[in-house]
Nanobody
């Protein structure tokens, strides 16, 4: 069965870094474009980053561009989100998504606070 498992979240001070992972199984991972989304308490879930199926094309929300990097390792069935220069407004639950299948993982909590 299709499964996405996010990990790597935690508590970090402003200006710090985290690397999130999304481990995929149950489908041909290399054939699908992937995205990261996030949702803060009381707010709508927002798109953060996109990566194409081969991994050669990436796009980012304006709020994270220049600070976050999405990547994928098809041999490991994993997509990553490297988050640098973190700000308090980055605090949210981060979710991995198989775009065309409209399938989400369970999320991982990121908290940026001093």
């Amino acid at each position: 069965q299709l499964q996405l498992v996010e990990s790597g979240g935690g508590l970090v001070q402003p200006g710090g870094s985290l690397r999130l992972s999304c481990a995929a199984s149950g489908f041909t991972f290399s054939s699908y474009a992937m995205s990261w989304y996030r949702q803060a308490p009381g707010k709508e879930r927002e798109w953060v980053a996109y990566i194409s199926s081969p991994g050669s094309i990436t796009n980012y929300a304006d709020s994270v561009k220049g600070r976050f990097t999405i990547s994928r390792d098809n041999a490991k069935n994993t997509v990553y989100l490297q988050m640098n220069s973190l700000k308090p407004e980055d605090t949210a639950v981060y979710y991995c998504k198989v775009i065309v299948l409209n399938y989400w993982g369970q999320g991982t909590q990121v908290t940026v606070s001093s």
